[in-house]
């Protein structure tokens, strides 16, 4: 914790009980020169607050803390970089790996450069949360859990090993281990407190300050429903705050979302959270900050309030943030943080101006948009976007046009195919996945409880799933299994095929595991559009199974309701869902339970004890966890036979100094791709197959399929993933055409100028030993989705020295200047397709080598094979004066390798 500067003569103490801690104070600062800061917005007052803290004089200057005020003129349209510090980083295991990995790699390097590798480090608290590795393999009997436990400790003993390595090896560094649930209901039930406090050496108090974070997992910003401002970052950033370099970012743009009046009967949080996302999507608030206000936050609750923070990627902001209020307060008793703390937050909220209640005047925004609650309807959102909200009475409808349009199958709807070896047939918008799943839903008891007692009254009806649905239930945490058995809720979901499979995060991250084999030929004989519903946040194209091209995103009672009624076709507003035992049809409306007795349910089972028992040897581990041998020592002992953890190239040949960037000349076009390239096309994710790159390395490695586990899980071995990056099944790369001119789905490409069709990693290794450069261009919104920093290393390691595109997602454009690959944008109207680009031209990028400015005006040489050239204006990417520095370096972390080698 540094020492400010205090320009602004904030210093104060704070007494809490027969406590006294230190804090740097918003109304002393106001006072003495920060006019206006009490009209800032919550979220605002959270980056002055940090600024004041860190003020030194040169990372965060007495302009930068001034600046922050001033917002209440410009509303965060005049473009201002501060360097901003969170107070902890947190990690699940898909990211944590790779990052673990490029600190061990970094301790290697400070060793090449001379330097202590001690100083490679955490010097904040960094929480690793291992959720994503369980795989829904087993499921719908009672042996499913233990089953799926068994072979995800086989799949990832490496990494297991590797990260306890880690937990010894770095200081500030914790490993929650598997089985204990989703990093997010973690970081919202456990690891977060709302006020942090830190006592550094020669302070005679503890600091009180707000708690913030940045995540390595892009529903970070589930924690903002607690007032913990934070939100998703690539690995590469992560790794960097943790080493104390600060985060550069712009000062934020900041949206207020008015709420009114309340939930009508019948209506869930999720319907509420597809209709904001959709709402603000709408609006269009990639890069800024929401912030929530308005009376209707009377009565919403921290669980709610998550389930929307949670969404932030969705609708694209940075964070959507809830102040703090009496709501807070009694989240944080119910979850069992110790009276001392609750005690804290309330007393601090209100002397620094932070606490919210009927009488606080609304703040200022940059601009605003409301929702009366009322107005929100039983909701699904689908077929391929979480953006894309249909109304629960227009289903059967919205899918009939799908199948028409999206997927191409005029009149095909009502077509049966015969199943293997089954008493039952197969058609189109059959739901052959129905997965209670994912940090946005399973945090939030009002829906966990509604699923379950929607299950106990299908059951007493004698409902039951259909055949052909995998089932699962994977909860956030082991608070939930625990208030299932107490509410003896969870033997009506296990009648129903929703046994527990694991406490991670699993279908919605692609670990759906596989269908059943007849079930899977029957879909890829046929080309059968099949479905899946999930209480998910994330249903992009080819993200939930292989096999499943329409997904819908539902609320955990309505997962179950698909389950029961097992086809996309029928609408459930009208419809049954099946025939009850007494041979009378039985209507969703029949099981459907009341919002009182749901909260009845939450009343009597969800209590502090639950929380503090479940959470009381969180970092212990069961008999698996505690049976992985741990290995000790400075640096790690690379495996050079492992093909899970290896030792990636970034820091080969490091110099003390960079070397001189090039400009791009005759660069090739690897990819080009239209909008909506998500990060999940981008960066590996899912099932590995057999004859693509990465299954032929591994087959190379004596792996056998059944063993190649998925991409995720191989995160920290860089051959994988490379040769996975761009790899996608639904990818289309504009270049790539059939016979009859249709675009290829699929990770492939034209190698140029040979005119070959091959894989984009072969084409990319060939380009290589030609010696020649590779952009990618693209349409809007390049790299939406999840913060997967091998989205950006797999485009560096593949030789792509920079991305053309329309527009991009914020997270994903940082990562590629943290790799070192230069993001640029078309002006106005233009892009690729409106110039004509084919992607057999060459491109040259001057102005690199002299002159590289953040958001400099450039221009992109395109020339044709025939000799014709145009110029194309366009605007470099690399934001502020820190970006730059990386660009030059070559990337983040050779930048802070040698700062610290210094």
Not at 23 to 44: D, H, I, T, V
Not at 144 to 169: D, I, P, S, T
């Amino acid at each position: 914790m540094s020492t400010s500067l205090d320009s602004f003569k904030s210093r104060q103490t704070l007494t809490v009980g027969d406590k006294t801690y230190s804090m740097y104070s918003l109304p002393e600062a106001e006072k003495n020169g920060l006019a206006g800061a009490s009209r800032l917005p919550f979220s605002m007052k959270v980056l002055l607050e940090n600024l004041l803290r860190y003020e030194d004089g040169r990372t965060v200057k007495k302009e930068d803390v001034q600046a922050i005020v001033d917002w209440l003129e410009n509303r965060g349209k005049a473009e201002k970089e501060i360097a901003y510090r969170p107070a902890r980083v947190l990690m699940q295991d898909f990211t944590g790996v790779p990052a673990v990995v490029d600190l061990a790699a970094m301790r290697d390097a400070m060793k090449t450069l001379g330097g202590d590798p001690r100083k490679i480090n955490p010097l904040i608290p960094v929480d690793l949360v291992i959720d994503h590795s369980v795989i829904v393999d087993e499921f719908g009997t009672p042996k499913a859990f233990a089953k799926n436990v068994e072979l995800e400790y086989e799949r990832n003993a490496e990494r297991y090993k590797f990260l306890k390595w880690g937990q010894v090896g770095f200081e500030n560094f914790s490993v929650v281990p598997p089985g204990t649930g989703i990093c997010h209901q973690v970081n919202l039930e456990f690891l977060s407190q709302t006020v942090w406090t830190r006592r550094a050496e020669a302070e005679p108090v503890e600091m009180a300050y707000p708690d913030t974070l940045v995540g390595t997992d892009s529903h970070t910003t589930m924690v903002n429903g607690l007032a913990v401002l934070g939100w998703g970052v690539g690995g590469i950033e992560a790794e960097a705050a943790m080493l104390g370099q600060p985060v550069s970012m712009l000062i934020p743009e900041v949206i207020g979302f008015k709420i009114t009046g309340k939930l009508r009967e019948g209506v869930t949080a999720t319907d509420l959270v597809l209709t904001v996302t959709q709402m603000l999507r709408k609006k269009g608030v990639v890069g800024k900050f929401v912030e929530f206000y308005g009376p209707g936050l009377a009565d919403m609750s921290v669980a709610d309030r998550a389930t929307i923070g949670n969404m932030a990627p969705e609708y694209g902001a940075t964070c959507g943030f809830f102040p703090i209020d009496e709501k807070t307060i009694a989240y944080l008793r119910t979850t069992s943080r110790t009276p001392e703390r609750v005690a804290l937050v309330e007393a601090y909220a209100k002397a620094q101006g932070m606490w919210r209640d009927a009488s606080t005047p609304d703040p200022v925004f940059t601009d605003t948009l409301e929702l009366d609650l009322a107005d929100v309807v039983p909701s699904m959102a689908g077929p391929k976007r979480p953006q894309d909200k249909v109304a629960l009475d227009n289903i059967k409808a919205s899918f009939a046009s799908a199948m028409e349009g999206e997927f191409r199958k005029a009149g095909e709807l009502g077509k049966r195919f015969k199943v293997e070896g089954a008493n039952f047939d197969l058609g189109h918008g059959d739901v052959v996945i129905a997965a209670i799943t994912s940090c946005t839903n399973t945090s939030n008891p009002s829906v966990m409880i509604g699923a379950g007692l929607l299950a106990r009254n299908a059951v007493a009806k004698g409902l039951r799933s259909k055949p052909w649905v995998k089932t699962s239930l994977a909860p956030g945490s082991q608070v939930v299994e625990e208030y299932f058995e107490k509410a003896g809720l969870q033997d009506c979901l296990d009648k129903l095929g929703f046994n527990i499979v694991g406490f991670g995060c699993t279908t919605c991250i692609g670990n759906s595991g596989p269908l059943p084999e007849n079930i899977s030929k029957a879909i890829n004989d046929n080309d059968i559009i099949a479905g899946a519903v999930i209480s998910g946040n994330r249903n992009f194209e080819g993200r939930v199974n292989p096999d499943v091209r329409a997904n819908y995103l539902a609320s955990p009672p309505l997962v179950v309701a698909y389950a029961l009624a097992g086809s996309l076709t029928i609408d459930l507003a009208t419809e049954p869902l099946g025939t009850g035992s007494d041979g009378q049809p039985v209507y969703l409306k029949d099981i459907w339970p009341s919002s009182e007795e749901i909260q009845s349910f939450i009343d009597r089972t969800i209590t502090a004890d639950l929380f503090k028992t479940r959470y009381a040897d969180v970092f212990a581990g069961d008999a698996h966890w505690k049976a992985v041998p741990v290995s000790t020592g400075l640096t790690y002992e690379w495996d050079m036979g492992s093909t899970y953890i290896q030792n990636p190239p970034y820091f080969e040949g490091i110099t003390r100094e960079p070397k001189p960037v090039r400009d791009i000349v005759d660069a090739r076009i690897l990819g080009l791709f239209g909008d909506s390239i998500t990060t999940d096309h981008i960066s590996p994710a899912g099932n590995i197959r057999a004859s693509s790159p990465a299954g032929k390395y591994l087959l190379e490695h004596q792996v056998r399929v059944a063993d190649f586990n998925q991409y995720g899980t191989r995160r920290g071995n860089h051959e994988v993933m490379m040769r996975g990056t761009f790899a996608n099944i639904r990818i289309k790369n504009q270049m790539v055409k059939d016979a009859s001119g249709n675009v290829v789905e699929g990770g492939y490409t034209i190698h140029q100028p040979s005119g070959e069709q091959m894989a984009i990693y072969d084409a990319a290794m060939r380009y290589k030993q030609e010696g020649v450069p590779l952009v990618v261009l693209a349409g809007k919104e390049y790299g939406t989705g999840s913060s997967r920093d091998w989205a950006a290393k797999g485009t560096n390691l593949l030789g792509v020295r920079a991305v053309v595109a329309e527009s991009f997602e914020r997270i994903h454009r940082s990562n590629l200047v943290g790799m070192g690959v230069m993001p640029l944008v078309f002006q106005g109207d233009d892009s690729w397709a409106s110039l004509g680009i084919k992607g057999d031209e060459t491109i040259t990028l001057r102005g690199i080598e002299e002159g590289l400015t953040p958001r400099k005006r450039m221009t992109m040489e395109v020339r044709s094979p025939d000799g014709t050239v145009k110029n194309v204006p366009l605007v470099c990417r690399i934001d502020t004066l820190d970006e730059l520095e990386y660009f030059r370096n070559g990337g983040i972390l050779p930048y802070v390798l040698r700062q610290l080698a210094a």
